[in-house]
């Protein structure tokens, strides 16, 4: 799970978006809703989470294609 944003957002929003998204995460009430539902409360930066997501897609890719999945 993540949050994304607009292409083209101006690095300063991003930046005041992700200080916003870690306070928010590092309260405790936060992260006990997290923890019950089985999440594991993390932050990265922008260029972490792009590269998550880019493996994510290339490893899904991968799978749906070795399975010869097709959408219905």
């Known amino acids: 799970m993540g949050l994304m944003a607009p292409a ?7 930046e005041k978006l992700l200080a916003t998204l870690v306070k928010a995460v590092q309260t405790p ?27 994510e897609y290339a490893r899904f890719t991968q799978a749906i294609r070795l399975a010869n999945l097709k959408p219905e």
Request: cysteine-free; charged content about 30%.
């Open 8 to 14: 083209r957002t101006p690095k300063p929003i991003l």
């Open 29 to 55: 009430a936060t992260r006990e809703l997290f923890e019950r539902q089985g999440a594991d409360p993390v932050t990265s930066t922008p260029a972490e989470f792009k590269k998550f997501v880019a493996e």
